[in-house]
């Protein structure tokens, strides 16, 4: 994906995606589950570059430990900058999943922290999405440039149109026109990023579950009969309106792709240069075993 020499959203999207690295600085990777905290440690490795691994306890993998690595619980966060700061980190990236909220009543408080709640709170009151925005500013007031793991690795960012073999119907075209419609509506109130269509319209929405959980809502309605008579299906995920970009992207891998034929859908499509592609090669290839498609929808336009 990189490298074009148009002047299309796309293209300025991924002009703004490289970070500027120098000799001599220091990145951590705050390290949830998942492959993505892998591959940028793995990446950061053949750039030069020794990161620091913070590995959030009961949630990072355990292949992170071969790296210079750090161990926290998330009850231990208002630890986390001071730590990040000890280490003479220069750049932080965030990347992988945390399955749980740190239990409140177990924080290890500190004065700094403290003073951080009010935001904290104000902030979250905003949703999700404004606390993260929060976390990022309370890193960088402290001097360590928050990256998105795009910046770092910009060909984890979706392409658009067709990354398979298989290519949406007009039939899918219209799922996904319906399904987009849909994630954006949610994504606004700060609810989710994803929503399936069959059919033309938009049958079921993201929630707290997440992507996992919404496809297996599908695969169970499918089973109990609710759409057994329907055939095909998009899933669509976009970023959400003002989404704190280097934090949440919108992200699939090939469990994605599996779970999506699982629930019998034709199809995932992402919002191109918005959404993380995890695992490309893994992504395409199971899809392409499935004849599913993969479709990137350029920003700020139709499908």
């Known amino acids: 994906m990189t490298g074009r020499a ?7 999207i991924e002009a703004r995606a490289h970070a500027i690295l120098q000799p001599g600085d220091k990145i951590a990777i705050v390290a949830g589950s998942g492959q993505l905290p892998i591959d940028l440690a793995k990446h950061l490795k053949t750039q030069d570059f020794s990161p620091l691994v913070v ?13 210079d690595h750090r161990t926290i619980t998330l009850e231990d966060f208002p630890n986390f900058v001071p730590l990040l700061q000890r280490e003479k980190v220069t750049h932080a990236v965030f990347a992988g999943g ?24 104000t902030a979250l009151a905003r949703g999700d999405d404004g606390l993260l925005r ?5 890193v960088e007031s402290k001097g360590i440039r928050i990256l ?6 910009p060909d984890l960012l979706a392409s658009a149109g067709a990354m398979t073999r298989a290519r949406p119907t007009k039939g899918d075209m219209a799922d996904i026109r319906a399904a ?9 109130l700060d609810i989710g990023q994803a929503a399936v ?6 049958i079921a929405l993201e929630g707290v579950e997440g992507t996992e ?9 499918r089973s109990h009969g609710r759409i057994a008579g329907k055939k095909r299906g998009v899933l669509v995920k976009c970023a959400k309106p003002g989404q704190e970009e280097r934090l949440d992207l919108p992200a699939i891998g090939p469990q994605t792709v599996t779970a999506a034929h699982e629930a019998g859908l034709a199809g995932v499509a992402v919002e191109a240069g918005r959404s993380l592609v995890l695992d490309y090669s893994g992504v395409i290839g199971e899809a392409d075993r499935h004849g599913m498609f993969v479709f990137g929808i350029e920003a700020g336009g139709p499908p």
Not at 197 to 202: H, L, P, Y
Request: hydrophobic share 55%; charged share 20%; aromatic share 4%.
């Open 6 to 12: 148009t002047t299309t959203p796309m293209a300025r």
């Open 213 to 221: 959980g919404l496809l297996a809502r599908i695969k169970d309605l």
């Open 98 to 121: 945390i399955a749980r909220r740190p239990r409140v009543r177990d924080l290890k408080l500190t004065l700094p922290f403290l003073a951080f709640i009010p935001r904290a709170l």
């Open 55 to 67: 590995m959030v306890e009961g949630e990072a993998s355990d292949a992170l430990a071969a790296f």
């Open 180 to 188: 987009e419609a849909a994630a954006r509506a949610i994504g606004a």
């Open 197 to 202: 269509a069959i059919g033309g319209r938009a």
């Open 134 to 138: 929060a976390i990022a500013n309370l």
């Open 148 to 153: 998105g793991a795009h910046q770092i690795m």
